[in-house]
């Protein structure tokens, strides 16, 4: 028997365009946000959890990247660590976050902190889990990403 895993994830969807893709993300909950950026190859469903522990308390933002979970997965699309922070910066706009706590996983990590470094000013905390920076510009091409 197969389950349902629309019952373990209770979340309403939000979708930004870019560029002519759907962008999901899940904004659950008021307050403070936090922002959780997940790693490859998983998507917002690996934060679950956490959303349903946080969003009483909490603005939890959760994106998708673009060719996982619910966003669009476009033939041709450049899915490179660089396309993906600046679509995570793009959301930061769109949706205004500011005193952010940005809590990053896996792959998530660069991504997130790249975005942080796009606008520092919107940025209050960082959390970051199982995660790496690259000191090679040569890294991420060597991992495929």
């Known amino acids: 028997m197969k389950s349902d895993w ?7 969807s939000h979708y930004l365009r870019l560029d002519g893709h759907a962008y999901h993300y899940l ?3 008021q307050g403070e946000p936090l922002l ?3 790693g490859n190859p998983t998507w917002s469903f690996y934060w679950r959890e956490l959303i349903l522990g946080l969003r009483d308390a ?5 994106p998708d990247h673009m060719g996982c979970g ?3 997965k476009p033939r041709g699309y450049p899915y490179r660590f660089v396309q993906h922070a600046e679509n ?3 959301l930061i706009r769109a949706l205004d976050l500011d005193r952010v706590t940005l809590v990053v996983h896996d792959w998530g990590g660069p991504i997130g ?3 942080a470094l796009a606008e520092p000013h919107r940025f209050a905390r960082y959390v970051l889990f199982n995660t790496a920076a690259f000191r090679s510009r040569q890294v991420p091409w060597r991992i495929g990403v």
Do not use: K
């Open 6 to 12: 629309r019952a373990l994830y209770p979340f309403t």
């Open 27 to 29: 904004d659950e909950g």
């Open 36 to 38: 959780l950026v997940h």
């Open 58 to 62: 909490y603005r939890v933002v959760v």
């Open 70 to 72: 619910l966003s669009d």
């Open 88 to 90: 995570l910066t793009r």
């Open 113 to 115: 902190l790249r975005a």
